[in-house]
């Protein structure tokens, strides 16, 4: 278990860190198709995310654990027997959770973007991810907006970036910890796009009945002797078009236009006869 | 007509720059600008587009109500703190509001103007187009609205927040709103145009949201604004158009009793404009501040668009005049007249 990720990866599950407590949301949160997962038994809890957040950190004794709010102040934070707390900040937004651990002749990130409910912070979250965090970086390119997640089947880009510069030309995987496995290469500009795995075994009608799975974005660099390993995490969702219909819709609407066109033409009709009248 | 001295052209020409900024604006300034600007806009714009540059008030209404007054009051936590965002909602909504009033309505609005292009549309057919509702289905419909805001945009999300209704109907509105649909297929997404089988409530909410825009659609055709006239926003506008700076005034004359042309200029079909024998200050509730009523108003002054004090915009007979001819050549072309105009010759020809 020489590296981080190795020991992360020898836990059982791609990722490193998992909530220990679903995802919650606040005022300005997710509508209702986009609610975070329903806590068993009841509406409560949505404030949760106003409070301190539990992760599980595995193989991170000695690393330096830096968390970063949206306007970019950062706190150490620190890891007791694999469990680390993030602590509410009061800031609205994202947030960074940077663990960086340094084995000598090979240094091992881990970083993911955790949204914490509280006051407007007035910053961007493009400010955070454009950051310099640490030396080598997958960014999601573009963060999720605060309507929106990471979803089964759709495409989401992420750049790789060392010392804040694009890395062209570098071999990228993205697991699940459902066992798929992307690979990729950045572009010219550092990016790759990948279709997330719609891998979910067993998928239940309607999003709170599906616990998100976690996805990795890992990617290395070698630069004067020295190896740089990089890993992004972040929660996926079940495809809703497991559940929704397209199809259907448009013909539901379809529907509605032909009794809206109808209504329409019988209130014209009407309106002629009256004239006429 | 010079189309820049054409009111109607200038509105035109403001929808479209707010349309591109609120429909796809992040393209320009930045996918997270909406982060940053108000959640508290004061018209349709919407937070299920991915490339929106800002959205709507209701969205932050509707899950206040569930996930903060309605999990404060059910956990016994302190009620204050729980309405305290929604009136900074509410502060920030009304600090916005208080610029353009209702004109939000009229030249901000996405859906809005959506369905003054339907209009427009409609009339290039050549579908015939409906001039005015008759006043019994206006009166009928008006009080929707307030149900609109009351039922699914504060009552049944607080329900859910209590526990009392499902977790489905936190955005209760949302769920049937069309705007949703029409803005995320603007920006090429089809996600929000579904059928969802989760469970019944879903259901009749996704069928509702679907109907209700198709039907939107086809009415938008050929019936001035036709979801405008039950949209909470507008009723949440009413509520507060008294501390708006934009205003509609009326100075009324004796010829107004025979005239009535304003009325049947509005689109929103507020006969009370003609009748009104109010002086001053006459903005509706169903008022959207678009300013028809006053073009087609041929009186000097007795309709204005006043910017706090100042006139803005006032009726005139020279105005009238032109405005009338210029709507007369812009109605003469459609496409089915020219279909025939260009059949019947080549028929002589033949
Ligand atoms: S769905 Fe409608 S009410 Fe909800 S955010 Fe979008 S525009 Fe506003
Ligand atoms: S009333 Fe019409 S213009 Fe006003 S917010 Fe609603 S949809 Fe938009
Ligand atoms: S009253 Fe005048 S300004 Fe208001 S909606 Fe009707 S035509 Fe437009």
């Given at each position: 278990?020489?590296?981080?990720?190795?020991?992360?990866?020898?836990?059982?599950?791609?990722?490193?860190?998992?909530?220990?407590?679903?995802?919650?949301?606040?005022?300005?949160?997710?509508?209702?198709?986009?609610?975070?997962?329903?806590?068993?038994?009841?509406?409560?809890?949505?404030?949760?995310?106003?409070?301190?957040?539990?992760l599980m950190l595995a193989n991170a004794d000695g690393a330096r654990i830096t968390y970063w709010k949206p306007d970019l102040t950062r706190m150490e934070l620190s890891?007791?027997?694999?469990?680390?707390?993030?602590?509410?900040?009061?800031?609205?937004?994202?947030?960074?959770?940077?663990?960086?651990?340094?084995?000598?002749?090979?240094?091992?990130?881990?970083?993911?973007?955790?949204?914490?409910?509280?006051?407007?912070?007035?910053?961007?979250?493009?400010?955070?991810?454009?950051?310099?965090?640490?030396?080598?970086?997958?960014?999601?390119?573009?963060?999720?907006?605060?309507?929106?997640?990471?979803?089964?089947?759709?495409?989401?880009?992420?750049?790789?970036?060392?010392?804040?510069?694009?890395?062209?030309?570098?071999?990228?995987?993205?697991?699940?910890?459902?066992?798929?496995?992307?690979?990729?290469?950045?572009?010219?500009?550092?990016?790759?796009?990948?279709?997330?795995?719609?891998?979910?075994?067993?998928?239940?009608?309607?999003?709170?009945?599906?616990?998100?799975?976690?996805?990795?974005?890992?990617?290395?660099?070698?630069?004067?002797?020295?190896?740089?390993?990089?890993?992004?995490?972040?929660?996926?969702?079940?495809?809703?078009?497991?559940?929704?219909?397209?199809?259907?819709?448009?013909?539901?609407?379809?529907?509605?236009?032909?009794?809206?066109?109808?209504?329409?033409?019988?209130?014209?009709?009407?309106?002629?006869?009256?004239?006429?009248? | 007509?010079?189309?820049?001295?054409?009111?109607?052209?200038?509105?035109?020409?403001?929808?479209?720059?707010?349309?591109?900024?609120?429909?796809?604006?992040?393209?320009?300034?930045?996918?997270?600008?909406?982060?940053?600007?108000?959640?508290?806009?004061?018209?349709?714009?919407?937070?299920?587009?991915?490339?929106?540059?800002?959205?709507?008030?209701?969205?932050?209404?509707?899950?206040?109500?569930?996930?903060?007054?309605?999990?404060?009051?059910?956990?016994?936590?302190?009620?204050?703190?729980?309405?305290?965002?929604?009136?900074?909602?509410?502060?920030?909504?009304?600090?916005?509001?208080?610029?353009?009033?209702?004109?939000?309505?009229?030249?901000?609005?996405?859906?809005?103007?959506?369905?003054?292009?339907?209009?427009?549309?409609?009339?290039?057919?050549?579908?015939?187009?409906?001039?005015?509702?008759?006043?019994?289905?206006?009166?009928?419909?008006?009080?929707?609205?307030?149900?609109?805001?009351?039922?699914?945009?504060?009552?049944?999300?607080?329900?859910?927040?209590?526990?009392?209704?499902?977790?489905?109907?936190?955005?209760?509105?949302?769920?049937?709103?069309?705007?949703?649909?029409?803005?995320?297929?603007?920006?090429?997404?089809?996600?929000?145009?579904?059928?969802?089988?989760?469970?019944?409530?879903?259901?009749?909410?996704?069928?509702?949201?679907?109907?209700?825009?198709?039907?939107?659609?086809?009415?938008?055709?050929?019936?001035?604004?036709?979801?405008?006239?039950?949209?909470?926003?507008?009723?949440?506008?009413?509520?507060?158009?008294?501390?708006?700076?934009?205003?509609?005034?009326?100075?009324?004359?004796?010829?107004?009793?025979?005239?009535?042309?304003?009325?049947?200029?509005?689109?929103?079909?507020?006969?009370?404009?003609?009748?009104?024998?109010?002086?001053?200050?006459?903005?509706?509730?169903?008022?959207?501040?678009?300013?028809?009523?006053?073009?087609?108003?041929?009186?000097?002054?007795?309709?204005?668009?006043?910017?706090?004090?100042?006139?803005?915009?006032?009726?005139?007979?020279?105005?009238?005049?032109?405005?009338?001819?210029?709507?007369?050549?812009?109605?003469?072309?459609?496409?089915?007249?020219?279909?025939?105009?260009?059949?019947?010759?080549?028929?002589?020809?033949?």
């Amino acid at each position: 278990m020489k590296t981080l990720l190795a020991g992360l990866l020898a836990s059982g599950c791609c990722v490193s860190v998992a909530l220990a407590q679903p995802p919650a949301h606040g005022d300005a949160a997710a509508p209702a198709a986009e609610t975070g997962q329903k806590p068993a038994g009841g509406h409560a809890g949505h404030g949760g995310g106003r409070r301190a957040k539990m992760l599980m950190l595995a193989n991170a004794d000695g690393a330096r654990i830096t968390y970063w709010k949206p306007d970019l102040t950062r706190m150490e934070l620190s890891a007791e027997h694999g469990h680390l707390t993030l602590p509410p900040t009061g800031m609205d937004n994202y947030h960074a959770l940077v663990v960086e651990q340094d084995w000598g002749p090979e240094k091992d990130t881990l970083i993911r973007y955790e949204y914490s409910f509280g006051k407007p912070s007035g910053h961007s979250p493009a400010e955070l991810t454009a950051a310099v965090k640490t030396e080598l970086e997958v960014v999601p390119d573009p963060i999720p907006r605060e309507h929106y997640r990471y979803m089964a089947a759709d495409r989401w880009s992420f750049l790789v970036r060392y010392q804040g510069q694009p890395l062209a030309g570098t071999p990228v995987l993205l697991a699940t910890s459902q066992g798929s496995r992307l690979e990729a290469v950045t572009d010219a500009a550092g990016r790759v796009t990948f279709r997330l795995p719609d891998d979910f075994p067993e998928v239940e009608a309607g999003r709170e009945n599906n616990t998100p799975a976690e996805l990795s974005v890992t990617a290395s660099h070698r630069e004067d002797g020295l190896e740089f390993v990089t890993v992004l995490t972040a929660p996926y969702h079940a495809d809703p078009a497991h559940w929704q219909s397209f199809p259907t819709g448009v013909a539901i609407a379809g529907a509605g236009f032909l009794v809206g066109g109808l209504v329409g033409f019988r209130r014209r009709h009407d309106n002629k006869k009256r004239g006429s009248a | 007509m010079n189309p820049l001295t054409n009111l109607s052209v200038i509105r035109r020409l403001v929808q479209v720059a707010a349309f591109a900024f609120l429909v796809y604006g992040s393209v320009v300034v930045g996918y997270y600008t909406a982060d940053k600007l108000s959640v508290a806009f004061p018209a349709l714009t919407c937070a299920y587009d991915m490339r929106s540059a800002d959205y709507c008030t209701l969205i932050p209404f509707q899950h206040q109500m569930a996930h903060r007054v309605g999990e404060s009051i059910s956990n016994g936590t302190s009620l204050l703190m729980g309405l305290l965002p929604v009136v900074t909602t509410l502060g920030t909504f009304l600090l916005l509001f208080v610029l353009l009033n209702k004109a939000f309505c009229g030249w901000i609005c996405p859906l809005g103007f959506f369905q003054e292009l339907l209009g427009v549309i409609g009339q290039k057919l050549g579908l015939q187009q409906r001039e005015s509702l008759a006043p019994g289905i206006v009166d009928r419909l008006r009080p929707v609205k307030w149900l609109m805001l009351g039922v699914l945009v504060f009552s049944l999300p607080l329900l859910s927040g209590l526990g009392f209704a499902s977790h489905d109907l936190v955005g209760a509105y949302c769920a049937i709103c069309p705007s949703r649909i029409m803005t995320t297929l603007a920006v090429g997404d089809t996600s929000q145009l579904y059928f969802d089988s989760a469970n019944p409530t879903v259901m009749v909410l996704s069928v509702s949201a679907d109907f209700l825009f198709g039907a939107m659609v086809a009415l938008g055709l050929t019936t001035r604004q036709p979801f405008c006239r039950i949209c909470p926003l507008l009723a949440l506008h009413a509520a507060f158009r008294k501390v708006g700076l934009a205003r509609l005034v009326k100075n009324p004359s004796p010829r107004c009793g025979k005239c009535g042309l304003c009325a049947k200029a509005c689109p929103m079909d507020i006969r009370e404009i003609h009748t009104t024998e109010k002086q001053g200050d006459i903005t509706f509730a169903d008022c959207t501040l678009c300013g028809r009523c006053v073009e087609f108003c041929p009186d000097q002054d007795v309709l204005q668009l006043k910017y706090a004090t100042f006139p803005v915009f006032s009726a005139s007979p020279r105005y009238f005049k032109q405005r009338k001819q210029a709507q007369k050549r812009w109605e003469s072309w459609t496409l089915r007249g020219w279909w025939s105009r260009r059949r019947s010759p080549a028929t002589e020809r033949a």
